[in-house]
């Protein structure tokens, strides 16, 4: 880290806001360092809010060169992914995972990985034994379902209100929402129409994905995401 | 205003000039009032009648004048207070007018419960209008005026609790005062909570800043189908923007959801069958 003096990262926020920086793999992600005093984001040193905790969406964990406090694992193909890394490097670089239920087969989970990108309702859950004990066992993680269903209950968190709109990224907020976070600190996302797919981390499903249905899911997960945090009278930048 | 009038001290001057505002005869009530009242400064009838006559004249000059006098005779006066601190709100000088106004208040818990929620319902838009000249530190002030209300006035402290995020809005405005994400998300938090001239405002602003990104024909859309919803239009026209909404919103550009919509509709439904 260079020694010049970091700038502020939110000039508005005060010493008891909890702020949370989200992760996602846009095309503008960055790699991400930090300490108590410094946080490096790309090529820019920022002095490192008071009350900060992190957050990766998927496999933007990679992207930390510090442990993520929560990494949030949305669909069931990245956690195939997350079996081919080595074990421990991964229990080193998340401290938490927040695993969402789907329940239900959404239009959106269909178009990625033509349907099977998804849990379907009676996998649901099951796989946590079969399918990816051997990292559960290992990392400490929150289940929380995302369906407010009166046949489906697991007995966990819900949250009802991301049932419109199923994003990981949604989630997040409402995760962090729910927790007395007040300020959001969004790196990597790209609603933009000219943003492109990060092609490394979709090597399952890039033939796939028609590229424009892609960019516009994005807009409509991102302008929801703006919405949520805003409407909670909470305060957000991108960076 | 008639609940004021002492009908047994009243002079016949008065009940005369009352029939004429009724019957609209506004240059004899004038020049009536007028003499009058340079000959009895201090009746507080007679003072409060012709406030409220200038007021509803537009003469805001002329019912100052006379205000002042009265809320300085009679400080404790409710009418007197609600009217001057509704005047000075009208001049945007809310600081004073939140003063007269919470005299008001006091007043009417004592004299008139009845006019409590109107006073608290005019303090409400004083706050509103103040937060908007950054005075943000007053919004916990104005929650908790609303929490000492008992459960009748829950409406009330429901409009107030949500100016929080309202006004945080306005203080992040400034810094995403170019992301069209912020101001479409600020429409929509607007259109929720029905304040429809700043749900105007960001659609004004989404226009220009928002172009590159947006469907701005679907956000057009949707305010047309606001204000027919704002009208109580028939079912029938409210359905037809529905349908040609459904249409566009082919999750190309899809900024709003369908449950967003479909809540729409149930309103709508369940005030006509009101």
């Known amino acids: 880290m260079t020694t010049l003096a970091p700038q502020l990262l939110s000039p508005s926020i005060d010493i008891n806001t909890m702020s949370l920086l989200i992760v996602g793999k846009g095309p503008s992600a960055k790699k991400i360092k930090f300490n108590k005093e410094i946080i490096q984001i790309g090529d820019k040193n920022y002095q490192t809010p008071p009350k900060l905790e992190t957050a990766s969406l998927n496999h933007a964990w990679q992207l930390f060169e510090s442990p993520v406090d929560y990494g949030f694992m949305g669909d069931y ?54 399918q990816m004990s051997s990292i559960i066992d290992e990392i400490p993680y929150y289940l929380i379902q995302v369906e407010n269903s009166p046949f489906i209950n697991y007995g966990v968190e819900t949250y009802p209100e991301i ?48 590229s424009n249905s892609f960019n516009h899911y994005y807009q409509f997960s991102y302008a929801k995401m703006i919405e949520k945090i805003i409407s909670s009278g909470c305060s957000y930048q991108r960076i | 205003m008639n609940q004021t009038i002492n009908t047994e001290n009243i002079d016949r001057e008065l009940l005369e000039i009352q029939n004429l505002i009724k019957n609209n005869q506004n240059e004899e009530v004038e020049q009536k009032l007028e ?43 409710l009418f007197g207070n609600k009217l001057y601190g509704k005047i000075l709100f009208e001049e945007s000088a809310y600081d004073t007018a939140i003063y007269f106004l919470e005299k008001a208040l006091q007043a009417a818990n004592k004299q008139n419960p009845q006019i409590k929620e ?43 609790s949500e100016l929080k995020p309202l006004l945080q809005i306005f203080e992040s405005y400034k810094q995403h005062s170019s992301d069209p994400w912020f101001l479409l998300a600020a429409y929509k938090t607007f259109r929720k909570s029905g304040h429809k001239l700043h749900q105007i405002k960001f659609f004004e602003e989404l226009k220009e800043k928002g172009a590159r990104i947006l469907d701005y024909d679907l956000i057009k859309l949707d305010l047309e189908i606001c204000e027919l919803l704002d009208r109580n ?12 909404w459904q249409k566009r919103n082919k999750f190309a550009g899809c900024v709003f959801t369908f449950h967003e919509l479909f809540f729409d509709k149930k309103n709508f439904q369940r005030s006509i069958s009101r």
């Open chain 2, 35 to 77: 003499n009058l009242y340079s000959k009895f400064p201090n009746d507080i009838v007679l003072s409060t009648i012709y406030a409220e006559y200038s007021f509803n004249k537009a003469n805001l000059k002329k019912s100052k004048e006379i205000l002042e006098l009265l809320t300085k005779n009679y400080p404790d006066y």
């Open chain 1, 77 to 130: 193909i990245n956690f195939e992914e997350l079996k081919q890394h080595d074990i421990k490097i991964v229990k080193n670089s998340i401290k938490r995972l927040v695993i969402p239920t789907f329940p239900l087969v959404y239009p959106h989970q269909q178009q990625v990985n033509n349907g099977s990108g998804c849990l379907p309702a009676h996998i649901d859950y099951h796989y946590k034994d079969e």
């Open chain 1, 163 to 210: 049932s419109n709109s199923v994003s990981i990224g949604n989630i997040a907020v409402s995760f962090g929402l729910s927790r007395g976070f007040k300020h959001f600190i969004l790196s990597g996302f790209d609603p933009e129409p000219e943003g492109e797919v990060y092609s490394d981390f979709y090597k399952y499903a890039k033939k796939k994905i028609d």
């Open chain 2, 233 to 244: 239009a028939s079912y029938q026209e409210v359905e037809n923007l529905n349908q040609e």
């Open chain 2, 118 to 160: 109107e006073m608290l319902e005019l303090l409400y838009y004083c706050g509103v209008s103040r937060y908007k000249l950054e005075y943000f530190h007053q919004a916990d002030y104005y929650l908790s005026l609303a929490q000492r209300i008992d459960h009748t006035y829950k409406d009330l402290f429901y409009i107030v």
